[in-house]
């Protein structure tokens, strides 16, 4: 039972190092990257699409990202998505790609960025103690009905807060690449 709350422990954590991983790779750097717009929804056949199902998106420069559409009939629908967003990008449409070159980031929107890479993985940090809180309960809860002896549960408690420094410090670590990579300029 011991072994099994640590995995659920360490299966949380782990989807909450890849919920930071995808919330941070919609956080703009001074690169390009497609995955920039993977937030982007379209207005089409009467539904809202990610942008990733209508184009193929591609870096061909460090600061320009292109969005070729399968049916060249949709440029205009995801030209305007791109201009919508919170992003802040500027899309030329040249009737066949779109093209959004991305402007330098200046050191006030670089430093907003950070804040809210920070702000992703206290979040992140968040849910990890949620899910230790939840380790911890499960364990008391066996102690108290005589399940496992006390000297069994310090143990799990003490396996429990080390992955949880573990998972905290893999956060601290994501952060800190994701710092480093909007700050660089």
């Not at 190092?17 to 990257?33: D, F, I, S, Y």
Request: net charge negative; charged share 35%; aromatic share 2%.
């Amino acid at each position: 039972m011991i072994d099994e709350t640590l995995d659920e422990l360490r299966s949380s954590t782990a989807k909450a190092h890849e919920a930071l991983r995808r919330e941070l790779a919609k956080v703009r750097t001074g690169r390009a990257h497609p995955s920039l717009l993977d937030s982007v929804r379209v207005e089409a056949y009467g539904s809202q699409s990610p942008i990733s199902q209508m184009a193929t998106v591609s870096v061909p420069e460090p600061r320009l990202l292109t969005v070729k559409p399968w049916d060249k009939s949709q440029l205009k629908a995801i030209e305007k998505a791109i201009v919508q967003t919170p992003l802040g990008l500027n899309p030329q449409n040249d009737g066949e790609l779109i093209r959004i070159p991305l402007p330098p980031l200046t050191e006030e929107r670089r430093k907003e960025m950070v804040k809210l890479a920070k702000k992703h993985g206290e979040d992140c940090k968040v849910a990890i103690r949620k899910a230790r809180r939840d380790a911890n309960d499960f364990i008391k809860g066996l102690v108290d009905d005589k399940e496992i002896g006390k000297d069994d549960g310090d143990r799990a408690y003490k396996d429990i807060d080390d992955a949880v420094q573990q998972a905290t410090s893999t956060v601290d670590d994501i952060v800190a690449k994701k710092e480093h990579d909007i700050m660089e300029v």
